[in-house]
Nanobody
Framework: QVQLVESGGGLVTPGGSLRLSCAASGSIFSINVMGWYRQAPGKQRELVVSITSGGTTNYADSVKGRFTISRDNAKNTVYLQMNSLKPEDTAVYYC??????????????WGQGTQVTVSS
């Protein structure tokens, strides 16, 4: 099957930077979309940014100019570089992968989540 290993996150001060990573492995035929979501206390989970296999990106307005998504196709890994972090970025960040299995079935997987806390 498929496994997602998410890493990164931690405590940073406002204006700091952090880099998250998410690696997919297993019976993968192809990856269609990879993305990052986040959920802050008392709020619904929201899309931060996504990237398609063709390289098309979609950023939430709140992170444009500060966050950058990238991918390493050879490693089936997606990254999220977060710069100029603000307290309002504090949330649990989740990796999401939309992929096609070797069985040719299309499905999605979620990472376990990683806490990002921006505080003085």
């Amino acid at each position: 099957q498929v496994q997602l290993v998410e890493s990164g996150g931690g405590l940073v001060t406002p204006g700091g930077s952090l880099r998250l990573s998410c690696a997919a492995s297993g019976s993968i035929f192809s990856i269609n979309v990879m993305g990052w979501y986040r959920q802050a206390p008392g709020k619904q989970r929201e899309l931060v940014v996504s990237i398609t296999s063709g390289g098309t990106t979609n950023y939430a307005d709140s992170v444009k100019g500060r966050f950058t998504i990238s991918r390493d196709n050879a490693k089936n890994t997606v990254y999220l570089q977060m710069n100029s972090l603000k307290p309002e970025d504090t949330a649990v960040y989740y990796c999401n992968v939309d992929l096609t299995l070797t069985t040719r079935a299309r499905t999605t997987y979620w990472g376990q989540g990683t806490q990002v806390t921006v505080s003085s």
